[in-house]
């Protein structure tokens, strides 16, 4: 699929649609890509969502899901879903920044939430709401916010003190709050599609890169990486989103009986996500291919020193007042 132009998807596309209108029998299809495997909290929740919306929808909506980039990649799903090649996606929300809605970067802030239920105080709380909003514009509805976890660091040697990231080429997504978390950290940061990180680490492109035990595990990136620093420097969740006119234009009875799936997978997803990351942490250190450390008091607080600049730097970007209502829905200040 990827041989062929985003464009060119979508046309055919559109003609799949215009065929499948001939017959009012055939079900409504809502293609659901996404970029990791499907034995993560972003994989299963799109298989609960697949197997509730066709119950809701008693088969006059079938979901078929596309994991593992099989579709596209990072950069190009997006224009995919705007095009209509696709129905629905759950980027990571770092993903949007490039989109132009660069307030989604505030969740890339380094320890910028203490933990899961600061981080719900934003997502399901007015925060959450008006960013999803910002989408609208972009043809892009924003249904639910889904979680992965906290972030580890990783490299082919110990990250213990601030200084071991010294001129590492670290793969980030693209996001300009993590290109400067890197940059803070004297590493190289290296834009690269999820897609190509394991392969990228394997071959030497990058040194390491970060991201929550369960994308690490599943994408086999701890066999070609010896160490890992259990940090939960930052956090990386998702905004499932669909292309705003087809959704708009769905029967109504259609739409609630999606609405009413997409919130209990929305529940799912997030009620196992935390259980999902701790599991692949344990079958990674159980494989003994990477070594785990886990930070002291004073080694998190020399990590706290250089990353929590970062917070004034981007202010101008992801904007100033949006990351002190963080700090106050979340309590932090
Ligand atoms: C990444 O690119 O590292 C993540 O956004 C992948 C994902 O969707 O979890």
């Given amino acids: ?18 065929a499948g209108s001939a017959n009012a029998q055939d079900p409504i299809v809502i293609k ?14 799109a298989e609960k969502f697949k197997e509730l ?27 995919a879903l705007q095009l209509g090649a696709v129905q629905m996606l759950a980027p990571s929300l770092a993903k949007f920044g490039p989109l132009g809605a660069k307030e989604f970067e505030a969740f890339d802030l380094p320890f910028i939430f203490e933990d899961r239920v600061a981080l719900r105080k934003v997502t399901e709380g007015e925060i959450g709401k008006q960013l999803l909003k910002k989408l609208e514009g972009k043809g892009i509805l924003g249904l639910a916010f889904w979680d992965n976890g906290f972030k580890i660091m990783s490299a082919n040697k110990p990250l213990k003190s601030p200084d071991d990231f010294l001129g ?16 803070s950290l004297g ?6 599609a999820f897609s190509e990180v394991y392969q990228g680490l394997q071959t030497g492109v990058v040194d390491g890169t970060e991201n929550p035990p369960s994308n690490m595990y599943t994408q086999k ?11 939960r420097h930052g956090y990386l969740g998702y905004a499932v989103i669909v292309n705003k006119q087809f959704w708009e234009g769905l029967p109504a009875d259609v739409r609630t009986s999606l609405d009413k799936a997409m919130a209990e997978a929305t529940e799912f997803a997030n009620d196992i996500a935390q259980k999902e990351n701790d599991d692949a942490l344990a079958a990674m250190k159980a494989s003994g291919k990477t070594e785990f450390y886990d930070l002291t008091a004073d080694e998190k607080k020399a990590w706290k020193a250089k990353l929590m600049v970062v917070h004034n730097e981007v202010a101008g970007r992801v904007g100033k007042e949006l990351i002190e ?5 979340t309590g932090a200040k």
Wanted: proline share 4%.
């Fill in 1 to 18: 699929m990827r041989k062929f132009s985003v464009a060119a998807v979508a046309i055919v596309a559109a003609f799949g649609l215009a």
């Fill in 32 to 45: 659901f890509s996404h970029v990791v495997a499907p034995q993560t909290p972003k994989g299963k929740g």
């Fill in 53 to 79: 919306a066709e119950k809701y929808t008693a088969g006059k909506v079938k979901i078929e899901i596309y994991p593992n980039s099989q579709l596209y990649k990072d950069k190009e799903e997006v224009e």
């Fill in 168 to 183: 590492l080429k670290m793969r980030i997504q693209s996001s300009k709050v993590l290109e400067a978390q890197m940059k």
């Fill in 187 to 192: 590493a190289l940061p290296q834009v690269m």
């Fill in 221 to 231: 990136m701890h066999e070609v990486q010896k160490h890992a620093t259990v940090s």
């Fill in 325 to 329: 209502s963080i700090y106050k829905a």
